[in-house]
């Protein structure tokens, strides 16, 4: 930051102001090249007396006079002046500093608000950090405290290989000290140099919370680069600021984990009434799952399709055992007896706010494509496409488990059946990506051995499932 002495003296009134410090004697000001500024209109040729300006411990300009008191005076006058405005000066560069760190936290938090996931609150500071600081390689990395080790959680790569045990060390020296670094030299640097091989410049910062370091955030250079503490308070400001949102994140995500399993294991529960239905809905879950992730959902219908796969059931908690555990196939009064049991899934979740979402999912999962099934016979889209998914699913482990009155059937008999039934029992679009999933999977070990699906709209087998 430099002061522009010929713009600090064409301010108004300065050059009257240094004429009446002058005393009536003559002066001249030079700039630091000894160019003239400012020549008063009698000075005498024999200048006897030249004092050197200084700013910020920087020449900026001379003043000459055939008077040593009138050129130290004004000399010093000016220095005073360039003082001021370079404190003006820094003043403002701060001011610019503070804005464009407040804007840049403030738009941070403002993305951070809508994230949910870990991995989306690491990959928005990422994004924010691609903008805002020099690097080729990215990662961040956080303590796994089941595994009782830090693991990368999200990575911006333009190095082949990520440095797992150079982090495991940073990561540790960051929990003992508890502050980010700029390491300019890394290869001059001991306690990382055989660590990070091709990285030349290095920064960090500690993910913190509540004290602890429950991570870090690596920012690296390939080629040489000087990092500057405005880069790493730019650094740690923001990694500060994700710490507190990737914690919450991680604690919503535990808490969504253990409402899962509770739900779960409420459901097993249950179904241990019926010993032939043992793991069916596990396996129906994990089919759902895996056919929602071939079409591409998003994470968080994923997470609802397996929630309503998990209790697409839940109702047959209201059907008698003399029913639901009859060995022998169900006369007509029975079958409807059981059918209750989509009206009774709802029933019960209609009791749970955090559970009513599900409800579609669960209550059309025996609605058939065509209309013809219960109980409100829906057809096509206007079935929830979760239980439409579920409904493949469902059919498809029905088909493939062993019941009182029947064999299971081999899988390609199955994957056969759900073909014929395409368009009939089932959304065509959902059988052809469960056919897709099992032939891209090792699911039940059948990996690649289905041929690609292909729909038939003539045929009419039995319904699967009850
Ligand atoms: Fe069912």
């Known amino acids: 930051m430099k002061v522009n002495l010929k713009r600090l003296l064409a301010n108004e009134g300065t050059i009257d102001l240094i004429h009446s410090l002058a005393d009536n004697k003559d002066f001249a000001i030079l700039d630091a090249k000894g160019k003239p500024l400012y020549v008063s209109n009698n000075l005498s040729p024999e200048i006897i007396s030249g004092m050197v300006i200084k700013a910020n411990q920087t020449e900026i300009g001379r003043v000459c006079s055939n008077s040593g008191k009138a050129a130290d005076t004004i000399a ?6 360039a003082k001021l405005e370079y404190e003006k000066k820094a003043l403002a560069s701060e001011t610019l500093e503070k804005y464009k760190e407040i804007s840049l936290m403030a738009g941070l938090n403002e993305k951070l608000a809508s994230v949910l996931h870990p991995l989306d609150v690491a990959n928005t500071l990422i994004r924010e950090l691609e903008k805002t600081l020099w690097a080729d390689h990215i990662q961040i990395v956080i303590y796994n405290y089941d595994k009782e080790r830090y693991e990368n959680l999200a990575i911006m790569n333009k190095h082949p290989q990520p440095f797992q045990e150079g982090e495991q060390l940073a990561v540790k020296w960051l929990s003992l000290n508890m502050v980010g670094e700029i390491i300019n030299d890394l290869a ?12 030349s410049s290095l920064m960090t910062a500690p993910l913190i919370v509540n004290n602890s370091v429950i991570g870090g955030v690596f920012i690296f250079s390939r080629q040489f680069h000087s990092y500057t503490s405005m880069d790493l308070k730019l650094l740690n400001a923001l990694v ?6 990737l914690e919450a994140a991680r604690l919503y995500e535990l808490l969504k984990d253990t409402f899962i399993r509770t739900v779960f294991t409420l459901v097993e529960t249950l179904e241990k009434r019926d010993p032939y239905t043992g793991g069916h809905t596990k396996r129906v879950m994990e089919y759902s799952v895996k056919i929602a992730q071939t079409l591409n959902f998003s994470k968080d219908e994923t997470e609802e399709i397996m929630l309503a796969a998990v209790l697409h059931d839940i109702g047959k908690i209201g059907i008698c055992d003399k029913v639901l555990l009859k060995n022998t196939k169900l006369t007509d009064e029975e079958f409807t007896i059981i059918k209750n049991h989509t009206i009774y899934g709802e029933e019960i979740l209609s009791n749970i706010n955090s559970l009513r979402h599900l409800i579609p999912g669960v209550k059309d999962h025996h609605e058939r494509f065509d209309g013809t099934g219960y109980p409100n016979g829906k057809k ?33 008999t199955a994957i056969e059946e759900l073909k ?25 070990g059948v990996n690649g051995q289905f041929p690609p699906c292909r729909t038939s709209t003539h045929h009419s087998p039995p319904q699967y499932g009850c």
Not at 188 to 199: A, C, I
């Open 76 to 81: 010093r006058f000016i220095a005073y002046l």
């Open 240 to 245: 500060s600021q994700t710490a507190t949102a």
């Open 420 to 444: 014929l039934n395409a368009g009939r029992q089932f959304d065509p679009e959902i059988v052809e990506a469960f056919c897709q999933m099992l032939a891209d999977s090792n699911l039940n």
């Open 380 to 412: 096509a889209e206007e079935i929830h496409f979760h239980a439409r998914v579920i409904a493949v699913a469902d059919a498809f482990d029905a088909m493939t488990s062993d019941r009182p009155y029947r064999k299971k059937m081999a899988l390609e």
């Open 188 to 199: 001059g640097d001991e306690r990382f140099s055989d660590y990070f091989p091709q990285v």
